[in-house]
């Protein structure tokens, strides 16, 4: 009995030590909670940072290693410099042939967003809560469904097309007039952005070139043509005989106040982040409606 007894003790204290090794190698393999919750979390205090997609890849391959040789390294991190520039030999680019009237515009741009759209914007978000304006937000997107309906289908979507038909007409039905995101919030049904310039793009037209217009930014004659498109199918084109009647125009300044209230400071950190904010800007515009070409 004193024998069996020692067995088990024995077997007991195997188990043990191999619970303690198996549970050792799995904290090794995952790593500390505490050191990955501090990387992940962002100083609350520091400024907002642009992230390099380059420095990124780089530091990401660096940290695996490979079999092959080293290579040496530059400002690009393990990225060659002919790998940088076979990558900015693929990056998209735009003709800027107007680029004098784009920089005035830019400009002109500029000077109404800090003398009248962020003022604007910044007693507009004091005065009403995010939840009112949350609402609002809503309702202007519900309003632009027709846009989003009728350009799925010229894309070949009918499948979204009738999502977007699904989600207008519980949205203005259920959500109180699209107030409410009802259709998402209550039914899972999500949609897809659509416009008529990324329709006249799905059928081979080109950017062409960038232009800027006043007051509605960057563009180019492909984008200006698709807006005009986008605003034949607004409902709220048609509240009157004149495309530019007060309330429509009034409704589009609500939104773009309203909008702005939930992005103040974004415009401020690409332009401090930028060497050349105008080169930064168009950029951006591209890269963009690039990206949702390929959607």
Request: contains cysteine.
């Amino acid at each position: 009995m004193k024998s069996r007894r020692v067995g088990r003790g024995r077997r007991g204290t195997r188990s043990r030590l191999w619970v303690l090794c198996l549970a050792t190698l799995l904290v090794l393999a995952v790593g500390f909670p505490a050191v990955h919750g501090q990387d992940a979390t962002p100083d609350a205090g520091a400024p907002p940072q642009i992230s390099v997609p380059i420095l990124s890849l780089a530091q990401e391959g660096a940290s695996t290693p490979t079999s092959g040789p080293t290579k040496p390294s530059d400002e690009y991190g393990n990225v060659t410099q002919e790998e940088a520039e076979a990558a900015s030999e693929k990056k998209a680019s735009i003709a800027d042939p107007i680029e004098p009237w784009n920089r005035a515009m830019y400009h002109f741009n500029d000077k109404m967003y800090f003398w009248l759209l962020k003022p604007v914007a910044r007693g507009y978000k004091y005065a009403v809560p995010e939840d009112f304006r949350g609402l609002f937000s809503n309702f202007y997107e519900n309003l632009k469904a027709p846009i989003r309906i009728v350009n799925n289908m010229l894309q070949g979507e009918p499948g979204y097309a009738g999502k977007e038909l699904a989600r207008f007409l519980i949205n203005s039905t259920i959500g109180v007039g699209g107030l409410r995101d009802c259709a998402k919030e209550c039914f899972g049904v999500t949609g897809r952005q659509a416009d008529f310039g990324q329709t006249l793009g799905k059928y081979g037209v080109g950017f062409g070139f960038y232009i800027v217009w006043p007051v509605l930014g960057p563009s180019c004659p492909r984008d200006t043509v698709g807006f005009v498109g986008d605003w034949l199918l607004r409902p709220t084109t048609y509240l009157s005989s004149n495309w530019f009647d007060p309330v429509t125009v009034g409704l589009y300044a609500h939104q773009a106040v309203n909008t702005t209230s939930f992005h103040l400071g974004d415009y401020e950190a690409i332009k401090a982040a930028a060497v050349d904010p105008y080169v930064a800007i168009r950029d951006g515009y591209l890269q963009h409606r690039t990206e949702q070409m390929k959607q």
